[in-house]
């Protein structure tokens, strides 16, 4: 089998309310559909993460990631993934847009080569075999405390009895707004907290000792992805376990992190390198005795089933981040939905590959010319 074309194709759906996080604002959800063909007919698909500028990724893809993988044997995933890490390693480019693209590609290959063994690709990992895995619910976003609260409940009452908050208003608008939520769930309900790296050091801290009263879980994203120091100095001041790595990019990029006191990490597998890097930094995080809970955010429903199949395999997975907010891509892209959550549990597809099956005409209605 043969690699005979690789095509990347970029969609974008409106988002009908906003997400409002950190230091902007979503209104748009954006993916680059990866996908990959062969000589025998099949095709793997995957998703290169996308927030802006989706037409760089698609233009990697064409050259010069594309061309170096034609006439390639697709079932020699490790091999190419480095051969293409290689192509811009020695030219300086080992992040952004390049391994995004990467990340679209690897998850691509992977879904061949569950598809031509006839398996999931959890199956094919040789991991833990997980067939269904805990949940939280993803996120409630900036609003009044009153309103937090009740869509707190409403969660809850739903079946989840974990939820992430979104944080960054300030710090006393976000305690009151997470006390709001706290007396509206009880003490049962597993409250993290998300500030999408909206603070500096000092108001981190602060907000910090606010949230040890109300048995926050994680404090995720709470300074800026490259602030470094302050990952390290808010670790020291908090019993929080502090939690990110969405924003980062393979195993390199994510051993900062974990020797900088980041205890949750947070991959995700559209952005750090696939579903090879994803495992090679779920192992380095169980070196670290990390937990590996992996980001979905804004993707669409290609790359939140990638996300499914690796936490289904790795041993250290922790909990799996199902989006409520609303985001068409994450719905509309598939012929088959995707599972939805039961009882703060989840069901890993078992279908070849990605277990999914692309929607030829919900790509094209979505694509961006």
Same mark, same amino acid.
């Given at each position: 089998m043969r690699i005979t074309r690789v095509t990347g194709? $970029? $969609?974008a759906a409106p988002m009908s309310k906003p997400w409002r996080i950190g230091h902007y604002t979503l209104d &748009?959800?954006? *993916? $680059?559909i990866v996908e990959i063909e062969t000589d025998e007919g099949m095709t793997g698909v995957g998703e290169a993460l996308a927030r802006l500028g989706a037409s760089a990724s698609k233009s990697l893809i064409d050259d010069p990631i594309g061309p170096a993988l034609l006439g390639a044997d697709p079932i020699n995933i490790e091999g190419l993934w480095q051969r293409l890490f290689n192509l811009m390693r020695f030219r300086g480019h080992t992040r952004g847009? /390049?391994?995004e693209a990467l990340s679209g590609i690897d998850i691509a290959l992977w879904d061949l080569a569950g598809k031509v063994?006839?398996?999931?690709?959890?199956r094919l990992l040789y991991g833990c075999g997980r067939t269904e895995l805990p949940v939280y619910a993803s996120s409630i976003f900036w609003d009044a405390p009153a309103a937090m609260a009740a869509v707190a409940e409403e969660l809850t009452a739903s079946g989840f009895s974990a939820i992430k908050v979104k944080v960054g208003q300030g710090v006393e608008k976000d305690a009151e707004c997470l006390k709001a939520i706290r007396r509206a769930v009880g003490p049962g309900v597993q409250l993290t907290v998300d500030a999408n790296g909206a603070y500096g050091l000092a108001d981190a801290i602060r907000l910090a000792r606010e949230m040890e009263r109300l048995d926050v879980r994680w404090f995720e994203e709470p300074v800026p992805a490259d602030d470094l120091a302050g990952y390290a100095a808010l670790a020291a001041r908090t019993d929080i376990p502090i939690a990110a790595g969405e924003a980062e990019f393979s195993v390199y990029g994510v051993k900062e992190l974990l020797t900088h006191g980041v205890r949750v990490i947070q991959p995700d597998v559209g952005r750090?390198?696939?579903?090879t890097e994803s495992r090679r930094i779920a192992a380095l995080?169980?070196? /670290?005795?990390?937990?590996?809970?992996p980001h979905t955010g804004a993707s669409s429903a290609v790359c939140m089933a990638a996300s499914l199949q690796v936490a289904a395999a790795v041993p250290n997975f922790l909990v799996y981040e199902h989006m409520v907010g609303e985001n068409p891509l994450a719905r509309v892209l598939l012929t088959e939905p995707l599972p939805e959550p039961k009882n703060g549990v989840i069901t890993v597809p078992q279908g070849p590959g990605l277990g999914i099956?692309?929607?030829?005409?919900?790509?094209? &209605?979505?694509? $961006? *010319?």
């Open positions: 194709t $970029v $969609v &748009k959800g954006y *993916a $680059v847009y /390049f391994l063994a006839g398996v999931p690709i959890h750090a390198g696939g579903i995080a169980e070196v /670290f005795h990390v937990p590996y809970a099956s692309l929607d030829r005409k919900a790509l094209e &209605k979505y694509r $961006v *010319a």
